[in-house]
């Protein structure tokens, strides 16, 4: 079989802790993972920015034979992956397959949940999406959502503060404000990839009883299921165990970032200016 390995897709690091849950529980598959670092965050970016980002990586990823990639970026699963798979698609590459993050999680925390009250963690961008809030309510419509914005949680772990004392006032601060807004919430979503790296700190200033969810392992479980299911995309997918790293930043400054995220050594290839490279293939 040529190689067509699985795409995992974000926006900077932060998808690695997706890409390394899937890794996990799915060795035998080959992964190729693509970090638009040079243009993150894009949180804050509008929605046809994001969209118009996050098209020109999956089409440069079907180029490179991925039969089914994975959007680990939230705000690309917020704010594009409905229209891609609505729109594009069908149009560019009908037999591929394009999935988020979303979905597996709120699927899980609208099951686990027994208060009925969740609350979502996640960058401005994905809330103001209110992508979490329309998947949950669609799925689980007696439940109760309360969403909040930590914009500093990203910079305290791309910073590498995220086991600092420095980042208890930011942490602790976000935690106080969505309990406050309910104080029923049991669970509590960790709707961005980087926020795993503070989990243990989220957990030191939460009461007990409040399941934290998050999305690596339940996004690689559903990923496998999904395979089961779909047998007609697991046949396309090339599996030699082979991984592949590339970057539309410096190599040297995704590699030396990216072991915070992967936890291991990270050996990525360049791809300056990524909507040129895409337009000019």
Request: contains cysteine; hydrophobic residues 40%; proline residues 5%.
């Amino acid at each position: 079989m040529d190689y067509c390995p699985i795409g995992v897709f974000d926006s900077g690091f932060g998808g690695l802790t997706v890409f390394k849950e899937i890794e996990q529980v799915l060795p035998q598959y080959d992964l190729l993972y693509l970090g638009d670092n040079a243009r993150a965050p894009y949180g804050t970016r509008s929605f046809e920015t994001v969209y118009g980002y996050t098209l020109e990586a999956v089409r440069w990823l079907f180029r490179r034979n991925c039969p089914l990639i994975i959007l680990a970026c939230n705000t690309a699963a917020a704010k594009a992956l409905r229209t891609i798979q609505q729109k594009d698609l069908p149009r560019i590459a009908p037999a591929n397959r394009v999935l988020g993050v979303i979905r597996p999680v709120t699927e899980l925390a609208g099951r686990i949940t027994r208060s009925g009250h969740i609350g979502i963690l996640a960058t401005r961008g994905t809330v103001d999406s209110q992508s979490y809030l329309i998947e949950i309510r669609r799925y689980f419509p007696g439940v109760n959502v309360v969403q909040e914005a930590c914009p500093m949680w990203v910079p305290l772990v791309e910073n590498h503060e995220f086991n600092s004392d420095g980042a208890d006032y930011f942490v602790r601060q976000h935690l106080d404000r969505i309990l406050a807004a309910d104080p029923l919430i049991d669970t509590l979503i960790l709707g961005c990839t980087h926020y795993p790296l503070l989990q243990k700190k989220i957990r030191s200033f939460l009461p007990p009883g409040i399941q934290v969810i998050s999305q690596g392992a339940i996004v690689a479980r559903s990923l496998a299921d999904y395979l089961d299911r779909h047998p007609e995309i697991e046949s396309r997918c090339s599996r030699r165990g082979r991984r592949d790293f590339f970057s539309s930043e410096s190599a040297e400054v995704f590699d030396r970032s990216a072991t915070i995220f992967y936890g291991r050594e990270v050996h990525c290839c360049e791809t300056r200016n990524l909507g040129t490279s895409m337009s000019d293939e």
